[in-house]
């Protein structure tokens, strides 16, 4: 009996311990990240500033958070000062559910003093690291010149000055009939470094269209293009984030070459890919 007492006593003193803790607990601070502003990083010359940046990945104190899709209101369990690293994340090859943070943007970094119950309003500035190696593709900004070139028959794609994401053209392929198709090659070849590795390029399509690598071995021959992503139709233009590492590591070229597949899908009639500021960024 005088146990069971004993028991009692100490469970009633730990269940009331437990309570004022809790209730002595004290409350997140919260950070609510709209988007991100991405500006020029003044070493970086040449390449497009747009950017689709989806998500954020937050550190505090060096202490993952959490990722969040932007627009976020998420908790941090501050303590006096610390500091909170937000880290812009993209959708990588298309797939929604395949996010990641974006090797070549900087993070966002700043020190706050705890608020508990709080909101705390950031908008984050990111830009591209400076010691990134850029390769422009194609921006379709020299007067009828796409630097593609068709493999095999079909319809080529041109440039047009009427519908353009930015600069002076965008690269387009149309297709009016149903047995069009069109399967563009970068005219020149191109080095894909080792380590982090992606090919960027805004488009805006009627029709879905395919993306394609293929490693040239040198003198030896050109493995068959290889399809890395397919991409649905849009009617607004979006950015697209490829990533070319994985490949460039199993296949090893001495360059590779980026294509570009377009066919009309059952029953359509007609439609468009429109691409501007094809860029290949690495280290």
């Given amino acids: 009996m005088r146990q069971a007492v004993v028991y009692g006593v100490l469970f009633l003193t730990w269940f009331w311990y437990g309570c004022q803790k809790s209730h002595t607990k004290q409350a997140p601070t919260y950070i609510h990240v709209d988007s991100f502003s991405f500006v020029a ?7 497009t500033l747009s950017h689709q940046i989806s998500c954020v990945w937050a550190y505090y104190n060096n202490n993952p ?16 000062k610390g500091t909170l690293e937000l880290f812009p994340g993209v959708t990588i090859n298309g797939q929604n559910d395949f996010t990641s943070i974006y090797p070549f943007y900087e993070p966002d970094t700043f020190t706050f003093a705890e608020q508990p119950g709080k909101t705390i309003d950031r908008l984050p500035v990111t830009r591209y690291y400076s010691a990134i190696k850029p390769y422009i593709i194609s ?3 020299t007067s009828g010149y796409t630097k593609f070139s068709l493999d095999g028959s079909g319809v080529a794609m041109f440039v047009t000055n009427t519908s353009v994401f930015e600069g002076q053209g ?34 805006k399509c009627s ?31 979006q950015k ?19 294509y570009f597949k377009a066919s009309l899908p059952a029953g359509g009639t007609g439609g468009s890919v429109l691409l501007d500021n094809i860029q290949l960024i690495s280290y």
């Fill in 41 to 47: 990083n003044p070493l970086v010359k040449g390449i």
């Fill in 139 to 141: 921006d379709f900004d």
């Fill in 65 to 80: 958070i959490g990722v969040f899709d932007l627009p976020a209101t998420f908790p941090v369990m501050a303590t006096g």
């Fill in 170 to 203: 965008s690269g387009v392929i149309s297709l009016n009939n149903p047995s069009d198709s069109s399967f563009d090659s970068t005219i020149h070849s191109f080095v894909i470094p080792t380590g982090a590795a992606f090919i960027e390029f805004n488009y």
């Fill in 207 to 237: 029709i879905p269209f395919s993306v394609f690598l293929q490693a040239n071995l040198g003198s030896i021959a050109s493995l068959a293009p290889h399809a890395l992503a397919g991409i649905y139709p849009s009617d607004h233009w």
């Fill in 240 to 258: 697209f984030y490829l990533n070319v590492a994985d490949y460039a590591a199993q296949y090893q070229g001495t360059s590779y070459n980026l």
